[in-house]
């Protein structure tokens, strides 16, 4: 997305990518229909697998609630591939190669790839959680690179299980610091994951363990559920609780989860925002940190406090024993949870329904809210 805008306004641009989505692997297929109209980005059936109707949160005790929300379970791989296209439309040089430097030159910088060197007056740093161009410029672009939540995901197979309509969070200890999910992927196909905060990169023990517990689960659905098939396993980062730092320098930008910008949607803005920054500062002559910083200002205005408040969430579950996750979910069930219409409507349905735990959650939640 950042190329694609950069090209539109102007800009002459490469796009620089290791396999430029051939062989796509990572643990995020999932959205929901908030995301899109959050965050102004269009829906497009043809990547959709599955549609599904909500999402179901269970706790440690599976304690179940269901919230009524739109959703769908894609095709990561014609998903990217319809993007690359879309920025080669749009002008867009692409070249299958890695980024290995990125040093600051006159009015811009040297790029040092396996393919060469290119002359750039802006480098769009988009490498994901473990990326390396900005690091090597001494610029921290996470506030809290701790608190990466490191994914194992599992596809798996057994006859009518991604035929399901709603997703599934599973919290507490068993995946410490965030979720386990099941993603239903139409027909026979799901995916199965872990996504777990300051335990290191190693999760096959967590996944094994959520593997069983939601065999058991499921037993009484699916009698067969033993018969169920592991076909392969993804590995990825999700930066959903680190929160932007530094995102922009001389002639550097940062976007997406290298930036510490979770989720799909929310990335691809931050894209656009990037890119039509990136032409416009090139096209002015003024490619300096100052100037680029409107980049860093638009997004603020967007998303910084739905990310801090984002992260003081995770931070209050992170610390909450699976008795109180329990407790927590066992009074919302039965609650009205489809926080539809104006801001005001839902923070005040959000109240009422949580009125009861409040005098628990709200200490921890604001201490969080207020260190960022």
């Not at 929901?32 to 990547?47: A, K």
């Not at 139409?186 to 517990?213: M, P, S, Y």
């Not at 980062?237 to 929310?266: E, F, K, R």
């Amino acid at each position: 997305m950042a190329a694609i805008y950069a090209a539109k306004e102007g800009a002459e641009v490469f796009l620089l990518d290791k396999d430029m989505g051939e062989h796509f692997n990572h643990p995020a297929n999932t959205f929901f229909q908030g995301m899109f109209s959050r965050t102004g980005q269009r829906l497009e059936r043809e990547y959709v697998l599955h549609e599904l109707e909500g999402m179901h949160i269970i706790s440690p005790g599976s304690h179940c609630l269901q919230i009524t929300a739109p959703g769908y379970f894609i095709d990561r791989s014609k998903f990217d591939q319809m993007y690359i296209k879309r920025a080669e439309q749009a002008g867009v040089e692409l070249l299958k190669g890695r980024a290995l430097s990125s040093d600051l030159a006159d009015m811009g910088r040297k790029v040092k790839t396996d393919l060469g060197t290119i002359d750039a007056k802006v480098v769009i740093d988009a490498e994901g959680v473990e990326s390396t161009l900005a690091k090597k410029s001494h610029i921290s672009t996470l506030k809290h690179p701790q608190d990466v939540a490191w994914a194992l995901e599992a596809v798996v197979y057994l006859p009518g299980l991604g035929e399901e309509k709603f997703f599934e969070y599973w919290i507490g200890s068993m995946a410490p610091g965030w979720k386990a999910t099941f993603s239903p992927g139409g027909g026979d196909r799901a995916t199965l994951g872990v996504f777990v905060r300051r335990r290191g990169q190693n999760l096959q023990t967590f996944l094994n363990e959520f593997i069983k517990r939601f065999k058991k689960y499921k037993l009484s659905h699916y009698k067969n559920i033993g018969d169920l098939k592991i076909i392969s396993q993804n590995h990825g980062g999700d930066p959903i609780a680190t929160l932007p730092h530094q995102i922009v320098s001389d002639s550097l930008m940062v976007v997406g989860a290298a930036a510490g910008q979770s989720g799909m949607m929310y990335g691809m803005r931050a894209g656009e925002i990037c890119g039509s920054v990136a032409a416009q500062a090139v096209q002015s002559g003024n490619v300096s940190k100052n100037n680029l910083s409107k980049y860093e200002q638009q997004w603020k205005r967007e998303f910084y406090w739905e990310y801090r408040l984002g992260r003081a969430s995770l931070e209050t579950l992170r610390l909450m024993s699976d008795e109180d996750i329990d407790s927590l979910t066992k009074g919302l069930i039965g609650k009205d949870l489809n926080f539809e219409g104006s801001l005001v409507r839902k923070s005040t349905s959000a109240i009422s329904v949580l009125g009861p735990v409040l005098p628990k959650l709200v200490p921890n939640l604001v201490r969080r809210l207020i260190e960022g």
